[in-house]
């Protein structure tokens, strides 16, 4: 059976494609010029032994396909093999990762960037076939693991600037009516959850949120939100301005709880004709 084929070819095998990514194209490219040009891979455009169109290594001619077939193979047989060798040498194999343990780490993230296009299609069709499993394995995992994954819920809710960032948000959405937080709303805050995170703590005793959280410090609206509803109208514009950093405060939470709604302090008027500057408004 002849075949035809042109300097580009598509790489399929099974109606699925395996090249870089689907729908793509590779260069066919002698084992010779490969060699030439130091290319780990070279293709003929032409199937293997076992009717495989895909790259084939350029060290042995062997297509990726097979050898990754033969690797597969080879570990499932040796499974148990490998299994006890590791426990009999665990000391060996911990210092051989502690030696080169980063420079593996960094051949990885090279190769990935080199690949990265192949790679998210690969874990995307992995992900498809074989969804079930998957779906079992990581509920498994969950259910195994739920009281760590409790706790680092909660640590991250206390400490992470974008957990608090979007708590802020919910509760202030909510207090003006404004609706369910979503992206575009984030958009509106114009500073990333960093930048937040900076401006809180700046001028304070404390480095970190939790620092502030287990201090019993609250994140208070220096403008209140009862006295912005009163005046605008439009809810976004409310938000936003509600929300604007400079708005925003760290304080005692007995103080927090102890104050009123009034815009008389003088902190409060300095603030005030700063957003009112800054977003072009006129309160009476």
Same mark, same amino acid.
């Given at each position: =059976?002849? =075949?035809?084929?042109?300097?580009?070819? !598509?790489?399929?095998?099974?109606?699925?494609?395996?090249? &870089?990514?689907?729908?793509?194209?590779?260069?066919?490219?002698?084992? #010779?010029?490969?060699?030439?040009?130091?290319?780990?891979?070279?293709?003929?455009?032409?199937?293997?032994?076992?009717?495989?169109?895909? %790259?084939?290594?350029?060290?042995?001619?062997?297509?990726?396909?097979?050898?990754?077939?033969?690797? #597969?193979?080879?570990?499932?047989?040796?499974?148990?093999? %490998?299994?006890?060798?590791? #426990? $009999? *040498?665990? /000391?060996?194999?911990? /210092?051989?990762?502690?030696?080169?343990?980063?420079?593996?780490?960094? @051949?990885?993230?090279?190769?990935?960037?080199? *690949?990265?296009?192949? /790679?998210?299609?690969?874990?995307? @069709?992995?992900?498809? &076939?074989?969804?079930?499993?998957?779906?079992?394995?990581?509920? @498994?995992?969950?259910?195994?693991?739920?009281?760590?994954?409790?706790?680092?819920?909660?640590?991250? =809710? $206390?400490?992470?600037?974008?957990? !608090?960032?979007?708590?802020?948000? !919910?509760?202030?959405?909510? $207090?003006?009516?404004?609706?369910?937080?979503?992206?575009?709303?984030?958009?509106?805050?114009?500073?990333?959850?960093? /930048?937040?995170?900076?401006?809180?703590?700046?001028?304070? #005793?404390?480095?970190?949120?939790?620092?502030?959280?287990? +201090?019993?410090?609250?994140?208070?609206?220096?403008?209140?939100?009862?006295?912005?509803?009163?005046?605008?109208?439009?809810?976004?514009?409310?938000? !936003?301005?509600?929300?604007?950093?400079? +708005?925003?405060?760290?304080?005692?939470?007995?103080?927090?709880?102890?104050?009123?709604?009034?815009?008389?302090?003088?902190?409060? %008027?300095?603030?005030?004709?700063?957003?009112?500057?800054?977003?072009?408004?006129?309160?009476?």
């Amino acid at each position: =059976m002849s =075949m035809s084929y042109c300097s580009r070819v !598509q790489l399929c095998h099974n109606g699925v494609s395996h090249a &870089k990514s689907l729908n793509t194209y590779m260069d066919i490219i002698s084992r #010779k010029e490969a060699k030439e040009k130091s290319l780990i891979h070279y293709f003929t455009g032409l199937p293997c032994k076992r009717g495989h169109i895909c %790259q084939r290594w350029t060290s042995g001619c062997v297509c990726v396909e097979c050898n990754a077939l033969f690797a #597969k193979q080879w570990s499932e047989t040796h499974k148990k093999e %490998q299994h006890e060798y590791y #426990k $009999r *040498n665990i /000391e060996k194999s911990k /210092e051989y990762n502690r030696k080169h343990g980063k420079k593996k780490k960094r @051949q990885r993230a090279e190769s990935y960037q080199r *690949n990265k296009e192949y /790679e998210l299609e690969y874990n995307k @069709q992995y992900r498809i &076939k074989h969804k079930d499993r998957l779906t079992k394995h990581y509920k @498994q995992k969950r259910y195994e693991n739920r009281e760590t994954l409790s706790d680092n819920a909660r640590e991250y =809710m $206390r400490t992470s600037p974008v957990a !608090q960032l979007r708590k802020i948000c !919910q509760r202030t959405a909510k $207090r003006l009516s404004v609706g369910e937080i979503s992206e575009s709303k984030f958009k509106l805050l114009l500073y990333t959850p960093k /930048e937040f995170q900076d401006h809180i703590l700046k001028d304070t #005793k404390f480095s970190s949120l939790r620092g502030a959280w287990d +201090n019993g410090y609250h994140i208070d609206h220096i403008v209140p939100l009862k006295y912005i509803t009163n005046n605008i109208t439009n809810k976004e514009l409310a938000f !936003q301005l509600a929300m604007d950093k400079e +708005n925003l405060r760290l304080i005692a939470g007995k103080i927090n709880l102890q104050k009123f709604d009034s815009v008389k302090s003088e902190i409060t %008027q300095k603030t005030l004709r700063y957003l009112l500057l800054k977003y072009g408004l006129t309160f009476d």
